[in-house]
């Protein structure tokens, strides 16, 4: 019954007001599928998700779904890729701007969360495969790793990297700062429920999420920014060696 309530709500959540179960519209059929699989194995992973629910969510039957994706690994495989695509696309269009290194690394985290937030089941899926993969078997977080999570970790500490040389960052390790950006982006997501528990409100509201995006910014840049005009502690004695040289 939780299965048949929670489908029910699904469809309520996600109207689809044409039934799309002919191959006369395949972006949209395809579409359909994917947010529907997203919903399914967000809530109860690859092993617990039912290919039927997924074609009773999407309003397509499941002749069309296996038309599209050819079993439930291959489904499951492609919402990850389109996550994952998503998000480079999303964030590589802030790190590939002219802007300089501040204005940048908020350009990143600000897409980063709006991606985030416009695609809240995504965060749960994450952590059920980060969950699942097991060393030295394949997997495809692998390839999700490879393609677009390590390109953006490469870009994002090639970035902080000049805004240390360029003294607009404090000489911080992008090793551990990186992954901390993105912590506080995607915790707040997954663990929404718990949250609300805790703190006896609903994080997910538009309010909510804006004060949330607004409080990130915040303590990144306190955490992450030179402040304008502070002059590091051992160029002094240097400044003081030359201007004693020349006098």
Do not use: C, W
Request: charged share 25%; net charge positive.
């Amino acid at each position: 019954m939780a299965r048949l309530f929670h489908h029910h709500h699904a469809r309520h959540r996600h109207p689809v007001h044409h039934r799309m179960g002919s191959r006369g519209q395949p972006e949209e059929s395809r579409a359909a599928i994917l947010q529907a699989a997203a919903h399914e194995f967000a809530e109860y992973g690859i092993s617990g998700a039912r290919i039927d629910a997924i074609a009773r969510e999407a309003r397509v039957n499941k002749a069309l779904l296996y038309y599209y994706f050819q079993d439930k690994e291959t489904l499951y495989s492609t919402v990850l890729e389109e996550a994952f695509a998503g998000l480079k696309t999303t964030v590589f269009q802030a790190l590939d701007s002219d802007l300089r290194p501040r204005e940048k690394i908020m350009a990143y985290v600000g897409a980063y969360f709006d991606f985030i937030a416009s695609n809240q089941t995504y965060p749960r899926i994450m952590q059920r495969e980060m969950m699942r993969a097991r060393d030295g078997q394949p997997q495809p977080l692998d390839k999700m790793i490879k393609n677009y999570i390590r390109p953006i970790f490469v870009r994002v500490s090639e970035l902080m990297q000049t805004g240390i040389a360029d003294g607009e960052f404090r000489p911080v390790n992008p090793a551990h700062f990186v992954p901390s950006m993105v912590a506080m982006i995607v915790f707040y997501f997954s663990n929404a429920p718990m949250t609300q528990k805790i703190a006896g409100f609903n994080p997910l509201t538009p309010e909510r999420i804006a004060e949330r995006r607004a409080a990130i910014l915040d303590f990144i840049s306190a955490a992450l920014f030179v402040p304008k005009g502070f002059v590091p502690k051992n160029s002094a004695p240097k400044r003081k060696a030359t201007e004693g040289a020349r006098s």
